[in-house]
């Protein structure tokens, strides 16, 4: 709990510097966070007035299952929030907090991921960062489909209009919502 609270102090004096950098606007500026920097990302958020973006890299689990929106990532904490769920449930938490929520491969235990490395849940988790960095030169990789589950999604029960694209050039005018797909790091 102690490291949670030393980050907290770091952000203050981060904001304070972008503040001054960036003369507080704030309106074009996306911030990125994987597991315990996802929530940091939210409060970066919350002391930003008008952040425009936070995307949140399977947002962790421990300490923050049982948290509220005041204490971790959250969609009122910019005016996007995009958030990408790699391992749900085990070392990810397992809601939705963004506007829209992304689910690739079920959202828990990654197909890229042997079990060797993926013991403790560990290459699942990391694995939404290689997504997201795979999303920039490939923007056509992640079509994800609004559905209500991973079964849907399996079954073909998706809204087949609604879809977006996961990572960097998500449309952030789409509809809000969970968002399906399969998803491989290798090109």
């Known amino acids: 709990m102690r490291s949670k609270y030393i980050a907290l102090d770091i952000v203050k004096v981060l904001l304070k510097i972008t503040h001054n950098m960036t003369e507080g606007c704030y309106d074009s500026l996306h911030v990125i966070g994987h597991s315990m920097g996802a929530h940091i990302s939210g409060h970066v958020g919350k002391n930003l007035p008008n952040l425009y973006r936070i995307t ?15 204490d971790r990532l959250d969609m009122t904490d910019a005016i996007y929030v995009d958030v990408m769920h790699t391992n749900a449930g085990q070392n990810g938490l397992n809601k939705s907090i963004g506007h829209m929520d992304f689910y690739p491969n079920g959202g828990s235990k990654q197909p890229n991921c042997s079990e060797s490395s993926d013991k403790h849940g560990s290459c699942s988790h990391v694995i939404s960062y290689h997504y997201y960095a795979h999303s920039i030169w490939s923007r056509e990789d992640y079509i994800a489909y609004r559905c209500p589950s991973w079964d849907d999604f399996k079954a073909y029960r998706c809204d087949n209009a609604s879809k977006n694209l996961m990572g960097e050039w998500v449309y952030v005018n789409g509809k809000n919502g969970d968002y399906y797909l399969n998803a491989s790091t290798q090109d």
């Open 56 to 70: 949140g890299l399977d947002p962790a689990k421990p300490m923050y299952e049982n948290s509220g929106p005041d």
